[in-house]
């Protein structure tokens, strides 16, 4: 599933071919996204110019002047722009014909994704709110960190995954942070130091900007929005690597489940101490 930093790559990768460009037509394929396109909603998009094209977590938003887009990848979403010559593949759901020779498209293989229109910003920000999206990791405050750690029993896998502690993580860069933070994904989090408490939110910062530079990680479907792929998968240090020699001791990676995802650590590196 698409992170922070896919989902920061698509919208670098997006930003120059929309901002400025407004959408000519719009075509809906037969087949529901998660939440069901409405043609009610192309008399307030067409015509209308794009003037920014942000993230918040690992949704994306286009600022229409008024209207706003907001997008979710799901599970295999792939937002692109290309060419309208480019014959359209499979499973494309939703097509922006912009006012250049070039199309905006949203092709998802299992329809986990979705792309919503909100007549305002306004109404935009209340979503997030209404379901607590927590703040951006580049922008944790330190004491809220360190409070939202103290505040619960549970364990640093679950934590990371919360999108109402901290918005963006995802089952990757959580195993990711954990192990650049030397930590086991079992400690619970009232039981952090306050110094293993800042170790693990600049391990944070640290991994997902180091997959941004990578372009995110293309394990399945994930492409940016120029079609191009990522290279983090080749960088990964525990993710994925169950039995194959830690990087840097050379332990076995061990895999367990956690909050009900596949979490992997080395036994060594993020033993568990006082
Ligand atoms: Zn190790």
Not at 88 to 117: K, M, P, Q, W, Y
Not at 170 to 198: C, M, V, W
Request: aromatic residues 8%.
């Amino acid at each position: 599933m698409p992170e922070l930093p896919e989902v920061e790559t698509v919208v670098r990768d997006l930003r120059p071919h929309l901002v400025g460009r407004s959408f000519a037509k719009i075509t809906a394929g037969r087949k529901a996204l998660r939440r069901p396109w409405s043609r009610a909603w192309e008399g307030q998009l067409l015509g209308q110019r794009v003037d920014s094209i942000q993230r918040r977590g690992k949704w994306i938003m286009i600022d229409l002047g008024k209207p706003w887009l907001l997008v979710h990848l799901g599970m295999t979403g792939q937002f692109t722009v290309t060419s309208a010559q480019m014959p359209r593949e499979t499973h494309t759901h939703l097509v922006f014909t912009l006012d250049d020779a070039n199309e905006l498209r949203f092709r998802d293989i299992r329809r986990f994704g979705s792309v919503t229109c909100y007549p305002s910003r306004a109404t935009l920000d209340d979503v997030f709110a209404e379901n607590g999206l927590g703040p951006e990791p580049f922008d944790l405050d330190a004491d809220y960190w360190r409070a939202s750690l103290r505040a619960t029993q549970r364990n640093l896998k679950a934590i990371l995954l919360d999108q109402t502690i901290v918005a963006g993580v995802g089952n990757i860069y959580a195993d990711e942070s954990l192990f650049e933070a030397s930590l086991h994904p079992t400690l619970i989090g009232r039981a952090l130091t306050a110094k293993q408490a800042e170790t693990l939110q600049h391990a944070i910062v640290e991994v997902l900007t180091r997959a941004i530079d990578r372009r995110g990680s293309s394990i399945r479907d994930y492409i940016g929005g120029s079609g191009l792929k990522g290279q983090m998968q080749d960088e990964f240090r525990v993710y994925g690597r169950t039995g194959a020699p830690c990087l840097r001791c050379r332990t076995s990676i061990a895999k367990i489940t956690l909050a009900g995802r596949s979490t992997h650590f080395c036994p060594k590196c993020q033993r568990k101490r006082m």
